[in-house]
């Protein structure tokens, strides 16, 4: 832990001993390196960084340059390049007589700093100058700058040794960037060695993959005991019957809010359903007198992390498709959320892409029909109910692909192929579409465009709105999609986001909910994630922003089976998505319908759990307030049950330093 502080501090003495270094981390996803991360260090008042990533349609650029103080501690930072979509970046920082001056996308400033703050870039991606200094800290804790705070805690050490090499490498948990730590492995000198995050791994050039697994292997032991400590704290086992009493209940069944109404929870199960419900023996009450019990809520398009759990089941979801991630990583997240952590129910879609310059990266990589097939019967052989194909697919593979799925049992669904329009997918077999703007490219491009690449969100901006609802060809495309039963996974709140965030605005997706968030995720939604250039483009983006509810409406209207997803930000994202429906008219018990039954309906358990009623899974969330009257209740979740457990939003929310909505029911 002392990180040989007396040898950092002759270092910072005697200049003219300092050997220039260079580092080297390449970056892996399921298709293989997808880029590198070089840092450099000429002196010891200066690092410099690149990273160059590569996945799907993103292309990430980054220049980063740090000056120095003799404490480690910036005094000047420089960030430019390109954002994964497209916007560019370019951030200053600097320091001069103890008053601070930047300008970054999400902010400009000038005000003072104290001498033991650390700034932290919006757009910075190498974290080596903060853990050297962290390491020297005291108590390895540091005041970030404008706000904040990071600590850095030892959790092991490991030697490494390769045919004619040996490394010392310590893991160490970073906390105060995110909601949750970051468990990453660092060099004696704090600079970065390996790392596993969600469908990007990391490792020091030079020690390959096996390596990588090795310290994969020791990090995820470390992982699961901090976070199976923290989920048990904020589990409550439900060990005995359980009375809410007087609650407003969404039923479903009558399309109305049952008023002062208990609900029995026995053995898992909603056990009774009623007003004055005799209690049994031993049974545990809850007065929900002024709030509403609604079923747990359902996020159709995720893509977990071993952490989402948190956020989910504090925002009251309990329900979520996983509709494309690494095989690996989503089975150790089954066996972490059946185990230890917090979780939510999964229900399993396997990803599969051709091989091009623009696939995806995760899930299974093909190059034939056959081998599309293959990974189909290796999905449908674990457990998998449904298969979501990319935009590099061949869209000649489709039909006699679609027919293999079905043969297996399972359901297809997915982003369009290039170069094949939404209406020849459907005619191909798909069961549903992902995502809002699929429907507007079948008209905006059809199977004239390349869709791999990231025109198919600078279309919607530019043209979306140029695009008639209301005519003959869209009525009857819409009337198809309804007469067919074609399932579509909107993820409206997601291409918001990408059409409306402005540099220094923050993101109005998360407008109503920033001021709960830490300092860091604050600035960080006040970034553009689109290149605009003109008010007129501007204008025109705020225009397909519009065009994306109007069509939620039209399908909504016609009967075209909706389901909520968000691809984004867990949990927050997925009230907001709900939100936005009510925004776009639909009835507000309609939208929780939306949210549960109906989504439970696509993956053939509506008969067990998606609403309030006897005999089903005691998925349930106490809302404070009623979201039939307003929607933006939802956000007030004061108790989330899923089966034998309670949990506190509450509670959850302060141990990721998120201020809670509400204050959580009190348990007697």
Do not use: C
């Not at 909504?556 to 925004?583: C, K, N, Q």
């Amino acid at each position: 832990m002392k990180y040989f502080l007396s040898l950092l501090a002759s270092l910072w003495m005697l200049p003219s001993l300092w050997a220039s270094e260079t580092i080297v981390l390449e970056l892996y996803n399921d298709k293989g390196l997808m880029g590198k991360q070089i840092t450099n260090v000429p002196n010891e008042s200066s690092l410099n960084s690149t990273i160059e990533l590569s996945w799907n349609n993103r292309r990430l650029t980054l220049q980063e340059n740090y000056t120095l103080n003799p404490q480690g501690f910036p005094i000047g930072v420089t960030v430019e390049g390109i954002s994964a979509f497209g916007a560019p970046v370019k951030e200053v920082f600097s320091v001069k007589d103890g008053i601070a001056t930047w300008s970054s996308r999400a902010d400009d400033g000038r005000e003072s700093i104290k001498d033991d703050q650390f700034y932290i870039p919006v757009d910075g991606i190498n974290n080596a100058a903060l853990v050297r200094a962290l390491l020297k800290a005291p108590f390895n804790q540091l005041d970030l700058f404008p706000s904040g705070k990071a600590q850095l805690t030892k959790v092991t050490t490991q030697v490494l040794k390769g045919a004619d090499q040996q490394q010392t490498v310590h893991l160490y948990a970073l906390s105060g960037l995110n909601l949750t730590p970051q468990f990453l492995w660092f060099d004696d000198k704090g600079y970065l060695f390996s790392l596993n995050a969600g469908f990007i791994r990391g490792i020091r050039e030079g020690w390959g993959m096996e390596t990588f697994e090795q310290l994969k292997q020791l990090s995820e032991k470390a992982e699961q005991e901090y976070f199976s400590d923290l989920s048990a704290e904020l589990t409550t086992p439900l060990n005995q019957p359980l009375m809410i009493r007087n609650a407003k209940v969404v039923d479903f069944e009558s399309n109305q809010v049952l008023s002062d109404t208990d609900v029995l929870i026995k053995g898992k199960k909603i056990a009774a359903i009623g007003k004055n419900l005799k209690a049994p023996n031993n049974v545990q009450e809850i007065d929900a007198s002024g709030q509403t019990l609604i079923p747990g809520l359902w996020d159709m398009h995720g893509h977990l992390s071993k952490t989402d759990g948190f956020n989910y089941l504090a925002a009251g979801v309990t329900s979520v498709r996983d509709i494309g991630n690494s095989p690996s990583n989503m089975e150790d997240i089954e066996k972490l959320f059946r185990k230890s952590y917090l979780g939510t129910r999964i229900y399993k879609s396997g990803f599969i892409d051709k091989k091009s310059e623009y696939s995806a990266g995760n899930g299974i990589t093909v190059e034939t029909l056959e081998e599309a097939k293959e990974a189909v019967d290796w999905y449908a052989d674990r457990g998998y109910i449904q298969i979501k194909t990319y935009s590099s697919m061949d869209p000649k593979w489709m039909k006699a692909l679609a027919q293999h799925i079905h043969k297996r049992g399972l359901r297809l669904s997915g982003h369009i192929p290039a170069f094949m329009s939404a209406e020849q997918a459907v005619a191909a077999g798909f069961d549903e579409i992902q995502h809002v703007n699929m429907l507007f490219l079948n008209f905006l491009g059809g199977d004239k465009i390349d869709t791999r690449q990231r025109l198919r969100f600078t279309l919607i901006g530019e043209q979306a709105k140029d695009l008639d609802l209301d005519s003959k060809e869209v009525k009857d495309f819409i009337k198809m999609l309804a007469d067919k039963g074609i399932e579509v996974d909107l993820t409206v709140s997601t291409f918001n986001s990408l059409l409306l965030t402005r540099d220094k605005q923050i993101d109005p997706e998360y407008a109503a909910i920033a001021e709960h968030l830490p300092p860091l995720f604050q600035r960080g939604l006040k970034t553009a994630t689109m290149k605009i250039d003109s008010p007129e483009q501007d204008a025109s983006y705020q225009a397909g922003a519009k065009a994306l509810l109007t069509m939620t409406k039209k399908l909504y209207d016609a009967g075209v089976p909706i389901i909520p997803g968000t691809d984004a930000f867990t949990g927050f994202t997925l009230l907001r998505e709900l939100e936005l429906y009510a925004m776009a008219g639909i009835p507000t018990i309609e939208v929780l319908k939306i949210g549960s039954l109906n989504s439970a309906k696509v993956v053939g358990k509506d008969s067990s759990t998606g609403s309030i009623t006897v005999g089903k899974d005691a998925d349930l969330v106490l809302i404070n307030g009623n979201p039939v009257n307003n929607i933006s209740d939802l956000r007030k979740a004061s108790l989330v049950i899923q089966g034998d457990r309670m949990f506190q939003p509450e509670k959850i929310y302060q141990a990721m330093g998120v201020k809670p909505f509400t204050p959580s029911v009190k348990l007697k």
